[in-house]
Structure formats: structure tokens, C-alpha cells
């Protein structure tokens, strides 16, 4: 444990320092890499400049559609870290039996999350992009957040040392005490858990912050479930369980994840992602789900980001989508000179 806890804080110190010196190269690396992203990510709906009707999927979504985000009187009233939450946040059911929504929540289904899909650090660089459309630059300070998200770490592990030592003396301590009962009395007495109750609830808690901790640093610059498989799912499931369902897939398809934003059924919907108009025909269930789940980990490039589905609402969509088989389209008779 003390050599592990030696490396956490050797990392943290190497970290901070490379950090520091490289620092003032950063802002044109990741203004460049935050126009990639745009770029490969966002340029689809809100267009190169950030103008309505720019990009080429704009016209074809739903209301409400993107905002001009070169429009600096509007997209200044947002600090940095509101345009972060927008694009890093978890979505919400908009249907009117659905989630609570607060008044200063942003809810519009059409513009996905992804949290679940780019590091912190990524959307940063979006955000700072962003920034530029409309003639401003990023005040939030990203250096200074990777820096705290690496001092965490080393706090938490610092806790969760001191609790572990706590817990063992404490534990060796009701041991001993039994061992002491046990020679007086001339038989077996198990150990009093309960004098160590409060030692060990301790630890598991400062292990559980060490992880959040560790997590945090890493998705600073990792990407979320990156590597990550999703299982195959069992949906074997009865007749009407499998309508009933797909009726919930039905509303959190447009009403929480948006797929309307990026796909067509029929005649509404956009243009980035296939029609899915025959999904049930041409698209496999267990390949649905793990889809839906974590494109990136079947596509790594896929523009489709992970929207965060629970397991239940990853089964609804794929049921509902299953429900989908519109005949297939006759091709058009060529007209013949009379």
C-alpha cells in the first residue's frame, strides 16, 4: 500500500509539472483540436460558422433547431461552463409524464450529450472553439481544473490511507481483546465486528471517493468506456411485453434521446444517421442494443455519440425500433414514349 500510495503521489507531482511547463503551448493546440472535434461532431447540425441553416442537417430537424452560435449578444450571456453542461450532461425524458426538468435545465432532446462518449478535456476544446465563432475566447481556466481533479486524487488517497490504518488497529485491537477472552475463559469467542463497525463503514467510503477521484482524473483526458464491450443482452421476452415496450422506446426515441435529430422515419427527421424506416427488417436486436449503448465501442469514429441509455431504455429503443418495417420502396417506372 505505501509504494502504491508513493506512485499515486509521484504521478500527481509528474502530472503537475509537465502540466506547468507545457502550458502556454496548449491554448493554440487545443483551439485546434477543439476545431477538429467541431468539426467531426457538431459542424453537421450547427455549420461551419455556427449559422442557422448552415449545416446540412439543419433544416431537417425538429424544433427547436440549434442556436446561431455565432451570435455574440445571445451566446455571451453563457458563462463557459454553461455551454460545457449543454454538451456534457445526461438527457433528460421530456414527455410530459417524464423526467422533473428545472427551469435553468437545458432539455432539448435533438442536441445530444456527450459526456458518455469525449473526455473532459475534449469538450473543453469544443467550448473554446465554440468560443470563437462568435468573437470570444475560453475564461475558463482548464489547467488549473487538471491540476485540482490531480490534488483530489492525492487528498483521497491521503483519506483513504489514514481510514485503512484506522480500520486495521481497530480490528487488531477487537482481536486481540477476543483472543485475551478466549485464553480467560477457556474456549472459542469470536471476534466483536461491531467494535470496528464504524472503522470499516470509514474505509469503504474513502474507497469509494479514491475511485470517484480516480475516475475523474482519468476521464479528464480518456475517453469515457473507451474499450469498453457492452454484453448481449437476453431479450427474449412475450408478445405483449415486447409491444408494451416498444410503446416506451416509441416516446424516449424522440422524447429523450432525440434519434428523430439525426434519423428519418418516413419524411420527418434528419439526415446524418440511415433512414429507419425498415430497422426491423435490416437490423439485428442484440446489435441494436449494444449500439445504442456504446456506438464507439463498435465504430470508434462513429459521429453517433453515446447518450448515456440505461439497460431498460436501451431494450425499449431497440424493441420499438424492431417495430419499424415500412414496405420497401418500388422503384419508378420509367415513362415509355406513346
Not at 480490528?171 to 466483536?192: F, G, I
Not at 470509514?202 to 457492452?230: C, H, I
Not at 424522440?254 to 427527421?269: D, F, L, T, V
Amino acid at each position: 500500500m505505501k509504494a502504491a500510495r508513493l506512485q499515486v503521489i509521484g504521478t500527481v507531482a509528474g502530472l503537475i509539472g509537465v502540466w506547468a511547463m507545457t502550458a502556454g503551448g496548449c491554448a493554440n493546440e487545443q483551439q485546434k483540436r477543439g476545431q477538429e472535434l467541431y468539426a467531426h461532431y457538431c459542424m453537421h447540425c450547427h455549420g461551419e460558422s455556427g449559422r442557422q441553416n448552415e449545416g446540412f442537417n439543419w433544416s431537417s430537424m425538429p424544433d427547436p433547431k440549434p442556436k446561431d452560435l455565432s451570435n455574440k449578444s445571445e451566446m455571451g450571456t453563457f458563462k463557459d461552463e454553461d455551454i460545457f453542461n449543454t454538451i456534457s450532461r445526461d438527457m433528460k425524458d421530456t414527455s410530459p409524464d417524464g423526467d422533473k426538468i428545472g427551469d435553468d435545465e437545458f432539455a432539448v432532446p435533438t442536441m445530444p450529450t456527450f459526456k458518455y462518449t469525449l473526455s473532459e478535456d475534449e469538450i473543453w476544446a469544443i467550448v473554446g472553439y465554440v468560443r470563437t465563432l462568435h468573437g470570444m475566447k475560453l475564461e475558463f481556466k482548464v489547467e488549473e481544473r487538471k491540476k485540482e481533479l490531480a490534488e483530489g486524487l492525492k487528498a483521497a488517497q491521503d483519506k483513504f490511507d489514514q481510514a485503512k490504518q484506522a480500520y486495521e488497529a481497530a480490528e487488531k485491537k477487537a482481536s486481540e481483546e477476543a483472543e485475551k477472552k478466549s485464553a480467560e475463559l477457556k474456549k472459542d469467542v469470536e471476534v466483536d465486528e461491531s467494535a470496528y463497525a464504524k472503522e470499516q463503514a470509514a474505509m469503504a467510503q474513502a474507497k469509494k471517493e479514491l475511485d470517484a477521484a480516480q475516475v475523474a482524473l482519468n476521464n479528464f483526458s480518456t475517453r469515457p468506456g473507451k474499450g469498453t464491450s457492452v454484453p448481449r443482452p437476453d431479450l427474449t421476452m412475450k408478445p405483449e411485453q415486447a409491444a408494451a415496450l416498444a410503446e416506451v422506446g416509441k416516446k424516449l426515441y424522440s422524447n429523450k434521446y432525440g434519434c428523430n435529430g439525426c434519423h428519418s422515419i418516413g419524411e420527418e427527421g434528419g439526415k446524418v444517421g440511415p433512414a429507419l424506416d425498415r430497422a426491423g427488417f435490416r437490423l439485428n436486436g442484440t446489435w441494436v442494443y449494444r449500439w445504442v449503448k456504446n456506438p464507439q465501442a463498435m465504430k470508434p469514429e462513429t459521429r453517433m455519440p453515446a447518450l448515456g441509455l440505461s439497460d431498460a431504455d436501451a431494450k425499449a429503443v431497440t424493441m420499438y425500433l424492431n417495430t419499424l418495417r415500412a414496405p420497401k420502396a418500388e422503384p419508378p417506372v420509367e415513362k415509355t414514349a406513346s
